[in-house]
Each structure stands twice: as C-alpha cells, then as structure tokens.
C-alpha cells in the first residue's frame, strides 16, 4: 500500500534531511502491488506539506506528486492531454480520489 511508499520516503529523509523547499525526486511505486489504487497527495501533504515530492511510477507512465509541487509548477491544462490523464476529483480538484 501506499503506507509502504510514504514509510520508505520517510525513512530516506531521516537520513537525508531535506532543506525547507527541496524536492523528493524518486520512482517505482506500483499500486497494483498494492491493490488499493492510485495514491494521492493526500497521502503525501501531511509528512511533506512544504517539500514538493515528485514520485513516478515503475514503468513512467504516471506520476504521484503532493500539494507543494503542485502549487512550484504551473498550473495544469483544464482538459486531459492527448493519451493521458490529469486524476481529479469530482470537484475538478487536482490528485484526489
């Protein structure tokens, strides 16, 4: 589960202490090991609510990002991308489920 993953990130940064600001840069979560979905920034703010963490799943095809990067980049296009996807919520908000 996605617990896991926060856990291990958790656990890189005790030994590598992050600067107020910096980035988390990493990759290899699959949520179908986890069998509970994709994760959201939800999972990630609490434990890095001024880091911006940007996370890409095993193959590339998708990425797992937090609230602080989502406010570092530029705001995200209102329509899906050619052969993608941009996960919202049913209020239009960014990364839940």
């Known amino acids: 589960m ?3 993953a926060v856990n291990r990130m958790l ?3 005790d ?3 992050l600067q ?3 980035w988390l840069l990493g990759r290899g979560w699959d949520q179908n090991v ?3 979905g994709f994760p959201t920034k939800e999972d990630l703010d609490p ?3 001024s880091n ?4 890409s799943r095993v193959d590339g095809h998708a990425a797992w990002a937090n609230s ?7 705001p995200l296009p209102e329509e899906d991308p050619d052969g993608g996807e941009i996960v919202r919520d049913e209020d239009g908000d960014l990364g839940t489920h």
């Open 15 to 17: 030994e590598h202490p």
């Open 52 to 55: 911006p963490v940007w996370m």
């Open 2 to 4: 996605s617990v896991d």
């Open 47 to 49: 434990h890095f609510p």
């Open 68 to 74: 602080a990067t989502l406010r570092a980049v530029p």
């Open 34 to 36: 986890w069998g509970t």
């Open 11 to 13: 656990a890189f940064v």
């Open 20 to 22: 107020e600001g910096q």
